[in-house]
């Protein structure tokens, strides 16, 4: 019999009920949540007690000192991540943090190499790549049958009132790229491949956010595709494709076309087959979240097979620094009007 992963949740705010009906369910395959921390209690008692969750504490330091933990799952904001992600790594515990990695890239190289230099499992919860949708479209990829991508879009444009749940987004000194663009750069990477430079457009559309809201991002790629990554929050088309990814990806034998309502459609030759990709619905999520609430349930596996086999998470921080790079170099291109090149990752 396998011992249970012991895991603990810091940040019982918006998103991460969604962390909390994954681990849930993730019980089923060896994950044993044994408290939540919140430094507002009232937010810890009812996370506790909605999920029956044994211990529930207002302070990491107390909890990691009381409990024995073997994954430790961060769903704070990117301004907490440093503070906490250093605590857990000099405690020895493996970490997960939710995206994005952190405010700025001291921030995130520095929690990297803690954990490189402590041998300490830490990943980023960056789930669009395990979303159903983008993993049946890597499955496509990976067969082979429209070739070697050579061009695309990977494209979220959306009306939703997204800050209905996230009202920190109207004051972000930076806000588009760093909360939607680590998704959709990210995507970018594994779809289509590393970048060798970046242009940027950024566009702040609504009189009531303080950031930009609107990015057109422009990649070369290192294999010489080329890539239009644009996400907006100031959308008004209808019907509204809140949350899904919608992209195309062109190769020399054929093309990937994924369209709202989650249908794909794959040409080879001059043959069009079409699928729904559409997530499944799940006991706990609901439209039109459910394509991101059960990427967080595949994010969740991912992370307790890849902790448990004693290898990286494929969003591990060191692979994340390589998407964190692309928001950092959209910003710069932003700011400069200039094609960027990407900081390596030390
Ligand atoms: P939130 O503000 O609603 O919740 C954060 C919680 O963390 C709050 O309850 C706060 O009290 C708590 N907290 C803050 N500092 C703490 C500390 N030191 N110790 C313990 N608890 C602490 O935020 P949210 O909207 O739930 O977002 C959390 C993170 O999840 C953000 O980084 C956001 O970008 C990310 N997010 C990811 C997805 C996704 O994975 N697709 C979707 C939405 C949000
Ligand atoms: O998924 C996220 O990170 C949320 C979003 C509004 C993009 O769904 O912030």
Redesign the pocket.
């Known amino acids: 019999m396998t011992e249970p992963v012991r895991v603990a949740l810091?940040?019982?705010?918006?998103?991460?009920r969604n962390h909390l009906f994954a681990w849930k369910d993730l019980a089923a395959e060896g994950a044993e949540l044994v408290a939540v921390?919140?430094?507002?209690p009232a937010?810890a008692e009812a996370a506790a007690t909605e999920f029956g969750v044994p211990h529930w504490y207002t302070d990491?330091d107390a909890m990691l000192t009381a409990e024995s933990i073997d994954l430790i799952d961060i769903?704070?904001?990117?301004e907490?991540h440093r503070e906490?992600v250093e605590k857990t790594v000099a405690a020895g515990v493996a970490t997960v943090v939710?995206?994005?990695f952190a405010p700025n890239w001291a921030d995130a190289v520095a929690m990297t190499e803690a954990a490189d230099a402590a041998g300490v499992f830490l990943a980023v919860?960056e789930?669009?790549r395990f979303q159903t949708p983008l993993r049946r479209v890597r499955a496509v990829l990976d067969s082979g049958v429209i070739g070697t991508p050579s061009w695309a879009r990977i494209s979220f444009r959306t009306g939703f009132d997204v800050y209905a749940?996230?009202p920190?987004f109207y004051d972000e000194e930076r806000l588009i790229i760093l909360?939607l663009g680590v998704?959709t750069l990210d995507i970018a990477r594994v779809l289509i491949g590393e970048v060798a430079h970046v242009t940027c457009e950024t566009q702040r559309r609504n009189p009531k956010v303080r950031a930009e809201d609107t990015a057109t991002v422009m990649l070369r790629h290192t294999n010489g595709a080329v890539s239009v990554v644009d996400f907006s929050y100031e959308s008004r088309k209808l019907p509204d494709p809140f949350p899904e990814t919608l992209l195309e990806i062109e190769g020399p034998d054929g093309a990937i076309v994924v369209e709202p309502g989650l249908t794909m459609r794959v040409t080879v030759g001059d043959e069009t087959t079409e699928a729904d990709v559409g997530a499944p619905l799940l006991p706990w999520t609901s439209r039109p979240w459910h394509v991101?609430q059960e990427?967080?349930l595949v994010t969740c596996r991912h992370m307790l097979e890849s902790f448990r086999a004693g290898r990286p998470a494929d969003t591990s921080a060191r692979d994340n620094l390589m998407t964190f790079a692309l928001a950092e170099a959209a910003y710069e291109a932003a700011d400069t009007g200039r094609a960027v090149t990407p900081v390596p990752v030390p």
């Not at 810091?10 to 991460?16: D, I, K, T």
């Not at 769903?75 to 990117?78: F, I, P």
């Open positions: 810091v940040g019982c705010g918006f998103f991460a921390c919140d430094i507002d937010k990491m769903a704070t904001r990117m907490t906490l939710q995206k994005p919860h789930n669009f749940g996230q920190y909360d998704h991101a990427g967080v």
